[in-house]
């Protein structure tokens, strides 16, 4: 179906893109702790904007996340159900829990972000970073979680998804 192709395409993009900020992140750590250790002099500058870019780098995964069932799952009443049985389980939960809370989560980053932006709001600290891009991040990730929901619920109907099926027990020696 293509509405469930364009929504993972778009959080397999953004997940692939968000990825290399990790190194971004990492490389700017690495280079603290050698300005730091090495010549003495850390920067002031480099705590403030790595702990920035995690927060890009955590929060705008969620989408690509669900897209690849990568999320925490308890499924100990779930694994026991049948195919069908299970399926409309999972429709149940995303209908009921899931998709309530992500257009809560939407909803209310975007009024969070939006009051950030108009104030302006900095980082407190040597270095006042602007805090606006990362609320607006967060409204972003909160409306790719959602749209990835809507796939997800529309793979379950469609019977499309593989995630469903037994899988082996994993041997964790």
Do not use: C
Request: cysteine-free; aromatic content about 14%.
């Amino acid at each position: 179906m293509p509405i469930i192709r364009l929504i993972n395409g778009i959080n397999e993009l953004v997940g692939r893109i968000v990825s290399v900020v990790a190194i971004v992140f990492a490389g700017i750590i690495i280079y603290d702790v050698f300005m730091r250790y090495v010549f003495g002099s850390p920067t002031r500058w480099a705590f403030d904007l790595s702990k920035q870019l995690y927060g890009f780098y955590f929060i705008l995964l969620g989408g690509y996340a669900l897209r690849h069932q990568a999320h925490v799952r308890v499924d100990l009443l779930t694994e026991r159900m049948g195919h069908q049985f299970r399926r409309w389980t999972e429709v149940a939960g995303y209908l009921i829990f899931f998709l309530p809370f992500a257009w809560v989560f939407t909803r209310r980053s975007w009024d969070f972000a939006m009051t950030s932006l108009k104030q302006g709001e900095v980082t407190y600290g040597a270095v006042q970073l602007p805090v606006y891009p990362l609320k607006i991040a967060m409204f972003v990730a909160a409306a790719l979680l959602l749209i990835q929901g809507v796939a997800e619920v529309l793979k379950l109907v469609l019977n499309k998804t593989d995630h469903l099926e037994p899988m082996e027990p994993m041997d964790v020696r």
